[in-house]
């Protein structure tokens, strides 16, 4: 669809954590760093789990189960990292805030605190839509389209731009409401996340398989 | 008529049937490639290509250099075109127009009276060939390509998708790439591109073999010479689709099978004649092959040697004896129901064939010509795509076959008082004509076949009989790899036959034998060349007009000694780089912008609503 088009599906996947990245997070470096340690993790995650189940795929099965058990797995063990990545940023919190005393800075305020969360979700939510979407995006530059048989209305690019939005935002606003929940201890916060995470993965497999 | 005007232009599409239900899978893509993959569906079809002669070109071309991008819409569809299109059209829908303009049934796509430029008469205006469109000879601006049948039914269903989404966004559309280097260049004859380099002659390797094999040390050869020939290669529209089934492999095939019948027959070397089986290719574009090796006989050179060229009859009273001849071996058939007659004497003369080459050189060449009709072609497809295995009949080439076989004996042996037994015992092998058939006219089983892959190594599966160009330096021994497939299974095919057997026992060679009266046979299967005593050689064949001097072909200029070179189209084909069809879905230019200003408004009102959110928190953290 030419470079146009292109460059339009690459902005609607990733331009909002474009726009956040330059309103919120450039503006400390901390952040920045965040950001990045956070896509490293979700990577490093990611890779884990292909490692784990390159035994059992490609899942030539017609029946549903197997691919609930990979969703299922795969959401449990990116949860299981998030309170990893709770835990250590909590120590990460008491050594820069034994430094703020130290130094006679003032301590974190909850807004420092929200904009790490939301750090973290964004490296999250960026490094999902930079491997499931744009990577596709490749054959997007050239003359042609695509469509699937099974939603024939937009073309192929255009919906995987816009699911990858869809989980770029999700896994944004997850980081920050789970690190709210575990800081309070509020467990319907807690659970909420990983709830949403596994009905959108469930929602999205059953879709395109 | 709309369909063949130039405004709007007009890319159109034959295929050879209509009826095949396709039924579609969705693949389960892995891989960026995959997806690739999927979104471009490469659709495999014969292009009709550009070729070029002294004073224009012919065929089909992309209009510039770059690939022809248009929307599919079938024939029967396609009305009131306003933008570029590709049209389907079908063999029927074609006829139909051919038959509604030039009152045609049946396809040829060349003249009336092909080569006429060629005959020894004057009456050029005869219709050999009634059925002649001639469309194949005028150049076309415009990619042609024949689908095969799965992709026939393939673009069907694209083109009829294409007229229910009428959507206005999307399109399927076909990209054509058949960039020809002459259009490139701007050369647009044959003797402007063959200076530029951007075209290439046509031509190819002959051959030629003599029963019983020619003792090279005698240094005066004396036995008259009685010579067969035929021709092994067509022409059609469509480059790689000719088959030529009729004309003339049916010919080739009667010449294979009587060399086989009479290879079974003893005592040639007490004979009076000597026979030279000749089977000539180019004859199609200008008779490339007879006039090359008449030429070569002329000059005496090597490949030929052996051959003199007064020792081919030149006697007036040969034409009886051939008459007597045939009529005695028909006899000698009588059992198989066959008929030999003398053509109609409305005709102006011998029909378009290599002997019009012969006669043209030297008029008092004594020649006769076997055809299947009389006063005009009874070929519907001559040099059609459609002249296939169903256009020729096995039982009337071994009839054929038998025929020439026992005329040849009666004639070599020049005796008239023969034993009945002596000639009943030449046979043709049925056998052998139906198995040639399937290997030279159809794919299945095609060159790979048993008696094909016994003598050569084959490039391709499928058999075609276009000439091709002539690659490299024209040598009368050539670089196997430039001589094309059926040249090379003729050779050996004819040196097996041909070959005398060895004494002592043969030697396995790979290349060349050290014995001079000696062939490499099955040279191109590993471990299996043997030498044999034969004399068959490979002549080039390609124009008299043409020298191949320090790496570029010259066009000489016409030589009063040489009629028929004036004449001479000096055909040649446009260089290439590569050819392809290929079909994908487009969007419009509009839906492309559309999705670009989305996602710019979408980054632009995400960043919006993080600094509307920064100053509302910060707002109520003062509050706090």
Known sequence: ??????????????????????????KKPFLILTVLSSTLLWLISLIVLSGIWRAFLPLKSTTWWPFALLIISSVGFQEGLRVLFWKVYKRLEDTLDAFA???????????????IALAGGLGHGVAHAVFFCLSL???????????????????????????????????????VIAFNGYAEGNTTDQYFVPVVHLVAGMVVKSASA | MKAMAVRPLLLFFFFAQVRLSFSGELSSMESIPDLQE????????????????LSGKIGCSNPGREKVVASIRRFRNAN????????????????????????????????KFPQAEFAPYPSINY???SMGSGIMLKAYDFPVFLLSESSTSMLQEVADKNEKVMNGYTTSVAEFDLVMQTTKAGTHDSESCLKEQTCLPLGGYSVWSSLPPINMSLSYQSKPIILLVASMDSASFFRDKSLGADSPISGLLSLLAAVDALSRVDGWNDLNKQLVFLVLTGEAWGYLGSRRFLHELDMQSDGVSGLNSSLIEMVSSAVNDALDALKRAQDSLKSENIEVLSSNSSNPGIPPSSLMAFLKKNSLTSGIVLEDFDTAFTNKFYHSHLD?????NSSAVVAAASLIARSLYIL????????????????????????LMGCLLSCKPGLSCEMVKNYIAPANVCPSHYVGVVIGEPSFKPYLGYVDDVSRFVWNFLADRTSTPKENASSSCSKDCTNEDEVCIRAEINGKGVCVISTTRYVPAYSTRLMFESGIWNVLPPNSSDSMGSVDPVWTESNWNTIGLRVYTIQNGAYDHFILIGGITVTILAYFMIALARSLITKALKRD
């Not at chain 2, 296939?388 to 020729?392: L, T």
């Not at chain 2, 042996?413 to 023969?418: G, I, L, R």
């Open chain 2, 412 to 435: 070599a042996s020049d005796n008239n008082d023969m034993h009945s037994s002596v000639l009943g015992a030449i046979n043709v092998n049925t056998s052998l004509v139906e198995e």
């Open chain 1, 137 to 175: 995006l490749t054959p997007a530059f050239g003359p042609a389209t695509f469509y699937v048989d099974r939603c024939p209305q937009m073309p192929f690019f255009l919906i995987s731009a816009i699911i990858a939005l869809a989980f770029v935002t999700i896994h944004t606003f997850s980081m």
């Open chain 2, 127 to 129: 219709e050999w060939n």
């Open chain 1, 101 to 115: 005393d130290r130094v006679g800075k003032p301590r974190l305020f909850l807004t420092d605190k929200m904009q």
């Open chain 2, 38 to 53: 999927s979104m471009y569906m490469v659709v495999d079809g014969y292009p009709c290509v550009r070729l070029l002669n």
């Open chain 1, 1 to 26: 669809m030419t470079v146009a088009a292109g460059i339009g599906y690459a902005l609607i996947a990733l331009g909002p954590s474009l726009s956040l990245f330059v309103a919120v997070i450039s």
């Open chain 2, 80 to 111: 009131d075109l306003t933008q570029l299109t590709a049209v389907l059209v079908s063999l029927d829908e074609l006829q139909d127009l051919l038959h509604r303009h030039f009152g045609l049934i049946g396809f040829s796509p060349t003249q």
């Open chain 2, 388 to 392: 296939d295995m169903a256009n020729i």
